[in-house]
Every structure is written in C-alpha cells, then in structure tokens.
C-alpha cells in the first residue's frame, strides 16, 4: 500500500512538472514570437521613415532652390527701391514672382507621425534613435510656423499693396500660390512706379528678411534630415527585416 501511495504520488509530481513545463516553453516560445515581431516592426517603421526622408529631402532641395533665387531677386528689389532705380522691364515677371510667391515645405511624414503617435516609439530600441526622430518632427512644426508668418505676410500685407498698382487679374488665379508666375501681362511702367514709391522699400525689405528666415530655417532642417539618416542607416544595419 505504501509504495502504490508513492507510485502516485511520483506520477502526480511527473504530471505536474510536464503541465509546468508545457507552461514555461509556451510562455517562451510566445516571448520570443513577440520579441520577433516587435524587430520587424522595428526595422519597418525605420526603414519606411528612411524612405520618406529619402523624398522630403528632394523636395526640401527643390524649395531651397527656388528661395535662394527670389532671395537674390528680393534683394535687388530692396536695392533699386532704394536708389529709386527702374528695373529692367524683361525682370518684372520674375520680380513679381519672387514678391508673390512662397515655398511650403510639405514632408512626406505618414510612417513617422504613427509611429510617435501609436506609442509604438517604444519599439525603436535605439535612444539615439527615438530622440533624433522627435527633434526631427519638432523642427519640422518649427519650419511650419516661420513658412506659414511669410505666407500670411505676402497674403495680408505685400500683394493688397502690389494690387493697386498691378492687375492681379494678369498676374495669376488668386488661389494657386503653389504655381509659380510664368508670364504676367502686366504694365512694367506701373510696376516701376511702384518700386519708386517711398513705401516699398521698406515693404520689399520685410518680405526679403522673412524669405531669408525661412531659408535659414530650411538649411537647418537640411542638416537635421542628413544626420537623421546616417543615425537611421546605422540602426537598420542592426536590426532585422
């Protein structure tokens, strides 16, 4: 009877230790499937947001372009304003140009805003990373508000002040900022008069020092997105697709 009652009892701890151990390798194997599963989200997120990097930084380039030539136009405007000198009439549609339009920087951002957002920043394991990323979206929200005071300038202040003296009808659809001016039908001996009065000195002035601020603010962002890659490649060389 006693060694029957210890047979059982061996039986009953063997059965025990099985169900455990069933317990403890699911609990493994279902740790190690998640920890699997969150490096491929990982390498995910960092490469689709080095790929919208990849984008942003063309378009960035493209804008910095076209601000760095109205700048350099801007400033030639300032000068002749306040020599009260007339312009050549061939440059009066790229004046009006660099005096209407802006850039608006738009990055592509969709994998970087879920991944912040979700709360799956905790999936890059990398400080360095997770801290590079933020800056980055910081900044960019920066960028915004200085494109968007130089925007609201040329909208509120600079073209109500050129429309009295050009036809903003032969200048461009009032709603497609975006487009930039190719040949405005516009009277240059008007415009020069403009550029003759007291007040626009001081009004190109403004507009070239907001120009350049946003320029300035873009150069910045430039050297953020190329340093934010490098920080990337090297985590993608440690993770696993």
Do not use: C
């Amino acid at each position: 009877m006693i060694g029957a009652g210890r047979g059982r009892l061996r039986d009953y701890a063997a059965e025990l230790f099985t169900i455990f151990a069933g317990i403890v390798l699911a609990l493994l194997a279902g740790s190690t499937w998640d920890y699997s599963s969150d490096r491929r989200r990982e390498h995910e997120y960092l490469a689709g947001i080095r790929a919208e990097l990849d984008a942003s930084a063309q378009e960035l380039a493209n804008d910095q372009d076209v601000r760095s030539g109205d700048l350099e136009l801007l400033a030639s405007l300032v000068d002749a304003a306040r020599r009260r000198a007339a312009l050549p009439d061939d440059s009066v549609p790229r004046a009006i140009n660099a005096l209407l339009n802006f850039r608006f920087f738009s990055p592509t951002r969709a994998v970087l805003d879920d991944l912040i957002d979700s709360g799956n920043l905790r999936l890059v394991r990398s400080d360095s990373v997770r801290f590079a990323l933020q800056g980055y979206r910081q900044q960019m929200d920066q960028l915004a508000v200085v494109e968007k005071r130089e925007r609201d300038f040329i909208a509120e202040t600079v073209e109500p002040y050129v429309a009295t003296y050009v036809r903003m009808v032969d200048i461009l659809p009032l709603q497609s900022y975006d487009e930039r001016i190719r040949s405005p039908a516009t009277d240059a001996s008007a415009f020069h008069a403009m550029v003759r009065n007291d007040a626009f000195a001081s009004l190109a002035f403004m507009r070239w020092e907001r120009s350049r601020t946003a320029h300035r603010f873009g150069l910045g962002m430039a050297l953020t997105i190329d340093r934010l890659i490098a920080v990337l490649d090297e985590a993608l060389g440690q993770t696993t697709p």
